[in-house]
Protein backbone atom coordinates (compact mmCIF):
# COMPACT_ATOMS: atom_id res chain seq x y z
CA UNK A 1 0.00 0.00 0.00
CA UNK A 2 1.06 3.49 -0.91
CA UNK A 3 2.21 5.62 1.96
CA UNK A 4 0.44 8.46 3.28
CA UNK A 5 3.33 10.80 2.80
CA UNK A 6 3.64 9.36 -0.99
CA UNK A 7 0.13 10.34 -1.39
CA UNK A 8 0.24 13.71 0.02
CA UNK A 9 2.96 14.44 -2.16
CA UNK A 10 1.07 13.42 -5.30
CA UNK A 11 -1.78 15.33 -3.95
CA UNK A 12 0.00 18.29 -3.40
CA UNK A 13 1.42 17.85 -7.00
CA UNK A 14 -2.20 17.66 -8.44
CA UNK A 15 -3.17 20.33 -6.61
CA UNK A 16 -0.52 22.82 -8.30
CA UNK A 17 -1.83 21.72 -12.01
CA UNK A 18 -4.66 23.99 -11.20
CA UNK A 19 -2.38 27.06 -11.50
CA UNK A 20 0.15 25.71 -14.40
CA UNK A 21 -2.53 25.06 -16.19
CA UNK A 22 -3.94 28.22 -16.23
CA UNK A 23 -0.77 29.62 -16.89
CA UNK A 24 0.32 27.06 -19.56
CA UNK A 25 -2.78 27.58 -21.65
CA UNK A 26 -3.08 31.21 -21.56
CA UNK A 27 0.77 31.04 -23.18
CA UNK A 28 0.41 28.77 -25.80
CA UNK A 29 -3.63 28.85 -26.40
CA UNK A 30 -3.99 32.69 -25.97
CA UNK A 31 -0.66 33.75 -26.64
CA UNK A 32 1.04 31.65 -29.47
CA UNK A 33 -2.64 31.00 -30.46
CA UNK A 34 -3.92 34.99 -31.28
CA UNK A 35 -6.71 34.68 -28.54
CA UNK A 36 -6.62 37.85 -26.72
CA UNK A 37 -9.23 38.12 -27.69
CA UNK A 38 -9.39 35.77 -30.92
CA UNK A 39 -8.06 36.58 -33.77
CA UNK A 40 -10.26 34.71 -35.92
CA UNK A 41 -13.08 37.01 -35.16
CA UNK A 42 -16.99 35.46 -36.02
CA UNK A 43 -18.04 38.11 -38.65
CA UNK A 44 -15.12 37.88 -40.77
CA UNK A 45 -15.43 36.85 -44.14
CA UNK A 46 -13.83 33.55 -45.29
CA UNK A 47 -11.05 35.03 -47.44
CA UNK A 48 -10.32 37.91 -44.45
CA UNK A 49 -10.41 34.46 -41.71
CA UNK A 50 -8.16 32.54 -44.56
CA UNK A 51 -5.54 35.13 -44.29
CA UNK A 52 -5.29 35.42 -41.00
CA UNK A 53 -4.77 32.15 -40.77
CA UNK A 54 -1.87 32.20 -43.26
CA UNK A 55 -0.63 35.27 -41.79
CA UNK A 56 -0.17 33.40 -38.49
CA UNK A 57 -0.09 29.55 -38.79
CA UNK A 58 3.07 28.30 -37.74
CA UNK A 59 2.05 30.24 -34.45
CA UNK A 60 -1.37 28.41 -34.48
CA UNK A 61 0.29 25.47 -35.37
CA UNK A 62 2.51 25.51 -32.44
CA UNK A 63 0.27 27.43 -29.80
CA UNK A 64 -3.20 24.74 -30.48
CA UNK A 65 -0.48 22.03 -30.84
CA UNK A 66 0.55 22.89 -26.81
CA UNK A 67 -2.59 23.65 -25.41
CA UNK A 68 -3.71 20.17 -26.74
CA UNK A 69 -0.90 18.82 -24.31
CA UNK A 70 -0.98 20.81 -21.20
CA UNK A 71 -4.90 20.75 -21.17
CA UNK A 72 -4.23 17.44 -19.41
CA UNK A 73 -3.65 18.57 -16.44
CA UNK A 74 -7.19 19.63 -16.16
CA UNK A 75 -7.20 15.56 -15.21
CA UNK A 76 -4.86 15.77 -12.14
CA UNK A 77 -6.49 19.00 -10.56
CA UNK A 78 -9.29 17.23 -11.01
CA UNK A 79 -8.56 14.11 -9.22
CA UNK A 80 -7.34 16.14 -6.55
CA UNK A 81 -10.56 18.31 -6.13
CA UNK A 82 -12.23 14.89 -5.72
CA UNK A 83 -9.90 13.54 -3.08
CA UNK A 84 -10.78 17.13 -0.75
CA UNK A 85 -14.69 16.82 -1.40
CA UNK A 86 -14.56 13.53 -0.54
CA UNK A 87 -13.16 14.56 2.64
CA UNK A 88 -15.96 16.72 3.32
CA UNK A 89 -18.71 14.39 2.11
CA UNK A 90 -17.55 11.15 3.65
CA UNK A 91 -19.35 8.11 2.05
CA UNK A 92 -22.35 9.52 0.42
CA UNK A 93 -19.93 11.13 -2.32
CA UNK A 94 -22.49 12.16 -4.99
CA UNK A 95 -20.45 15.78 -4.76
CA UNK A 96 -17.45 14.19 -6.00
CA UNK A 97 -18.55 11.97 -8.63
CA UNK A 98 -20.17 14.91 -10.16
CA UNK A 99 -16.46 17.00 -9.98
CA UNK A 100 -15.28 14.24 -11.71
CA UNK A 101 -17.34 13.57 -14.81
CA UNK A 102 -17.93 17.42 -15.16
CA UNK A 103 -14.44 17.57 -14.85
CA UNK A 104 -13.26 14.75 -17.44
CA UNK A 105 -16.18 16.55 -19.96
CA UNK A 106 -13.75 19.82 -19.66
CA UNK A 107 -10.86 17.86 -19.82
CA UNK A 108 -11.85 16.36 -22.91
CA UNK A 109 -12.85 19.67 -24.66
CA UNK A 110 -9.49 21.77 -23.59
CA UNK A 111 -7.94 18.80 -25.00
CA UNK A 112 -9.70 17.52 -28.12
CA UNK A 113 -10.98 21.37 -29.31
CA UNK A 114 -7.28 23.09 -29.97
CA UNK A 115 -6.54 20.04 -32.59
CA UNK A 116 -9.57 21.53 -34.45
CA UNK A 117 -7.75 24.70 -35.14
CA UNK A 118 -5.03 23.39 -35.34
CA UNK A 119 -6.41 21.57 -38.54
CA UNK A 120 -7.55 24.86 -39.99
CA UNK A 121 -4.20 25.88 -39.80
CA UNK A 122 -2.65 22.66 -41.10
CA UNK A 123 -2.54 22.98 -45.00
CA UNK A 124 -1.82 26.33 -46.17
CA UNK A 125 -3.73 25.58 -49.61
CA UNK A 126 -6.97 24.80 -47.75
CA UNK A 127 -10.42 26.83 -49.57
CA UNK A 128 -11.03 29.25 -47.35
CA UNK A 129 -14.36 28.30 -46.84
CA UNK A 130 -13.45 25.27 -45.84
CA UNK A 131 -10.96 27.06 -43.19
CA UNK A 132 -13.93 29.26 -42.02
CA UNK A 133 -15.43 25.98 -41.17
CA UNK A 134 -13.47 24.22 -39.34
CA UNK A 135 -12.58 27.82 -37.34
CA UNK A 136 -16.48 27.92 -36.44
CA UNK A 137 -17.05 24.39 -35.67
CA UNK A 138 -13.55 24.69 -32.90
CA UNK A 139 -15.17 27.70 -30.90
CA UNK A 140 -19.02 26.80 -31.39
CA UNK A 141 -17.71 23.03 -29.79
CA UNK A 142 -14.91 25.14 -27.37
CA UNK A 143 -17.77 27.65 -26.01
CA UNK A 144 -21.38 25.22 -26.19
CA UNK A 145 -19.79 22.33 -24.14
CA UNK A 146 -19.64 24.25 -21.12
CA UNK A 147 -22.68 22.59 -18.93
CA UNK A 148 -19.98 19.81 -17.64
CA UNK A 149 -17.91 22.38 -16.70
CA UNK A 150 -20.53 24.55 -15.30
CA UNK A 151 -21.65 21.39 -12.80
CA UNK A 152 -17.93 20.97 -11.76
CA UNK A 153 -17.81 24.41 -10.93
CA UNK A 154 -21.46 24.02 -9.11
CA UNK A 155 -20.56 20.69 -7.13
CA UNK A 156 -16.93 22.04 -6.04
CA UNK A 157 -18.55 25.41 -4.35
CA UNK A 158 -21.42 22.93 -2.79
CA UNK A 159 -19.41 20.78 -0.98
CA UNK A 160 -17.19 23.76 0.10
CA UNK A 161 -20.30 25.50 1.56
CA UNK A 162 -21.10 22.15 3.25
CA UNK A 163 -17.67 21.82 5.11
CA UNK A 164 -18.57 20.84 8.60
CA UNK A 165 -14.76 20.95 10.03
CA UNK A 166 -13.31 24.79 11.99
CA UNK A 167 -10.34 24.69 9.49
CA UNK A 168 -12.54 24.65 6.29
CA UNK A 169 -11.47 24.10 3.04
CA UNK A 170 -12.45 26.91 0.88
CA UNK A 171 -13.18 30.38 2.34
CA UNK A 172 -16.70 31.20 1.40
CA UNK A 173 -15.74 33.87 -1.24
CA UNK A 174 -13.61 31.02 -3.03
CA UNK A 175 -17.14 29.06 -3.36
CA UNK A 176 -19.04 31.62 -4.39
CA UNK A 177 -16.56 32.12 -7.13
CA UNK A 178 -16.94 28.81 -7.77
CA UNK A 179 -20.97 29.54 -7.86
CA UNK A 180 -20.35 32.50 -10.41
CA UNK A 181 -18.05 30.69 -12.49
CA UNK A 182 -21.00 28.03 -13.31
CA UNK A 183 -23.07 30.29 -13.90
CA UNK A 184 -21.06 33.10 -15.94
CA UNK A 185 -21.25 30.28 -18.68
CA UNK A 186 -24.98 29.69 -19.06
CA UNK A 187 -25.00 33.22 -21.40
CA UNK A 188 -22.81 31.82 -23.75
CA UNK A 189 -25.79 29.40 -25.01
CA UNK A 190 -26.57 32.99 -27.11
CA UNK A 191 -23.68 32.39 -28.43
CA UNK A 192 -24.72 30.64 -31.91
CA UNK A 193 -26.90 33.68 -32.71
CA UNK A 194 -24.51 36.68 -32.76
CA UNK A 195 -21.37 37.23 -34.75
CA UNK A 196 -20.80 40.81 -32.93
CA UNK A 197 -21.92 41.96 -29.61
CA UNK A 198 -20.96 40.98 -26.36
CA UNK A 199 -22.74 37.33 -27.15
CA UNK A 200 -20.42 36.70 -29.73
CA UNK A 201 -16.86 34.53 -29.09
CA UNK A 202 -14.63 37.32 -28.65
CA UNK A 203 -17.20 39.06 -27.16
CA UNK A 204 -17.55 40.49 -23.49
CA UNK A 205 -19.70 38.18 -22.08
CA UNK A 206 -18.50 35.01 -23.85
CA UNK A 207 -15.23 35.64 -23.97
CA UNK A 208 -13.79 38.15 -20.90
CA UNK A 209 -16.38 37.11 -18.23
CA UNK A 210 -16.29 33.21 -19.07
CA UNK A 211 -12.56 33.40 -19.38
CA UNK A 212 -11.91 35.49 -15.99
CA UNK A 213 -14.03 33.55 -13.66
CA UNK A 214 -12.91 30.32 -14.77
CA UNK A 215 -9.28 30.93 -14.60
CA UNK A 216 -9.59 32.67 -11.23
CA UNK A 217 -12.12 29.93 -9.91
CA UNK A 218 -9.54 27.26 -10.77
CA UNK A 219 -6.37 28.65 -9.49
CA UNK A 220 -7.76 29.90 -6.35
CA UNK A 221 -9.27 26.49 -5.47
CA UNK A 222 -5.73 24.96 -6.29
CA UNK A 223 -4.04 27.33 -3.96
CA UNK A 224 -6.72 26.25 -1.06
CA UNK A 225 -5.94 22.40 -1.70
CA UNK A 226 -1.60 22.77 -2.22
CA UNK A 227 -2.34 24.48 1.22
CA UNK A 228 -4.30 21.62 2.56
CA UNK A 229 -1.91 18.63 1.33
CA UNK A 230 1.07 21.08 2.55
CA UNK A 231 -0.69 21.46 5.73
CA UNK A 232 -1.12 17.31 6.00
CA UNK A 233 2.45 16.58 5.00
CA UNK A 234 3.47 18.81 7.83
CA UNK A 235 1.38 16.50 10.38
CA UNK A 236 2.75 13.24 8.78
CA UNK A 237 5.94 14.10 9.21
Not at 9 to 18: D, E, F, K
Not at 64 to 75: N, R
Not at 98 to 115: E, S, Y
Request: aromatic share 14%; hydrophobic share 55%.
Amino acid sequence: MMSNRLSLRYQLLSAHCGVGFALLYAIFWVGFGHNLPPMASPDLNASALAAVYAQNRQSILFGDSMAALVGVLWIPWTAQLAVAIKRIEGEASVLTYINLLGGALTAWVVVFVPAIWVTAAFRDDMPPDIVRAINDLGFILFNLTYAGTSLQAFAAGAAGFADPRAKKLFPRWVNWWAILTGLSFVPITAMPFFKTGPFAWNGLVTFWIGFLTFFVWCCSMGICMAREAKGLLRQAA
